[in-house]
């Protein structure tokens, strides 16, 4: 249901740190892992994904890590940008479950000039 | 990535009207589009998911009579909010589907209700 009434957890770090970000999911059936950038009045934007047959994965900047046995995700973004201050959200997709996204609270990370 | 469209975004209207958003697919057909809403400070909630063709299935505690979703082609859903009241007042964003796993989002669309 709705986290009513509950704020965001909040990151900040200085311009030039690394940021870690971290999720935690419930459904040991979720076979796939995206993390989602939202900037504010915007729509969500793909950052990054991972399949559970795997536990780590990188992109540009960006790294996914996957641990199975504590449901854990985390984000690391390298040399944190201005421009990288949004929301970030975690969601899987449960196998099976026609592709739909169950959505983590998300994490509002503020880079520090 | 593919890109999606969301008109309008944003709208402001009075209580007891109706009001109809669409999403659009502008390079990809959309066999699955999905309806999120996302009140301020918190996660995207999905309403419901839609097959082209075919009715839409409504997650638990949303209303289809007041939340009416039409997937007529593969490039287009809309969403109607009947008879819309200030507690409706949310953040609504579409995200389209192709072959893939993959969900490409539209820039979403800000609904006021007076």
């Known amino acids: 249901g709705e986290s009513v009434g509950l704020h965001l957890p909040t990151l900040s770090v200085q311009e030039g740190d690394n940021s870690i970000i971290n999720c935690a999911y419930s459904n040991s059936a979720s076979d796939y892992f995206i993390w989602y950038k939202q900037e504010s009045g915007k729509g969500p934007q793909f950052i990054i994904d991972?399949?559970?047959?795997?536990d780590k994965r990188q992109g540009q900047r960006v790294t996914v890590l996957l641990n199975k046995t504590v449901k854990h995700l985390s984000l690391q973004i390298a040399a944190t940008q201005p421009g990288d201050s949004a929301v970030y959200f975690c969601?899987?997709?449960?196998?099976?479950?026609?592709?739909?996204?169950?959505f983590g609270s998300g994490t509002q990370l503020t880079v520090l000039p | 990535g593919a890109v999606v469209s969301q008109h309008p975004s944003r709208v402001i209207c009075k209580s007891g009207t109706s009001v109809k958003i669409e999403c659009r697919s502008l390079d990809f057909q959309a066999t699955t589009m999905f309806w999120y809403r996302q009140f301020p400070k918190q996660s995207l909630m999905l309403m419901a998911t839609s097959n082209e063709g075919s009715k839409a299935t409504y997650e638990q505690g949303v209303e289809k009579d007041k939340f009416l979703i039409n997937h007529a082609s593969l490039t287009l859903s809309t969403l109607t909010v009947t008879s819309a009241h200030p507690e409706d007042s949310s953040f609504y964003i579409c995200?389209?589907?192709?072959?893939?796993?993959?969900?490409?989002f539209g820039p979403g669309t800000r609904l006021t209700v007076l």
């Open positions: 995200s389209a589907s192709g072959k893939r796993n993959e969900q490409f």
């Open positions: 969601a899987e997709i449960v196998s099976g479950s026609a592709r739909q996204l169950t």
């Open positions: 991972i399949r559970s047959n795997m």
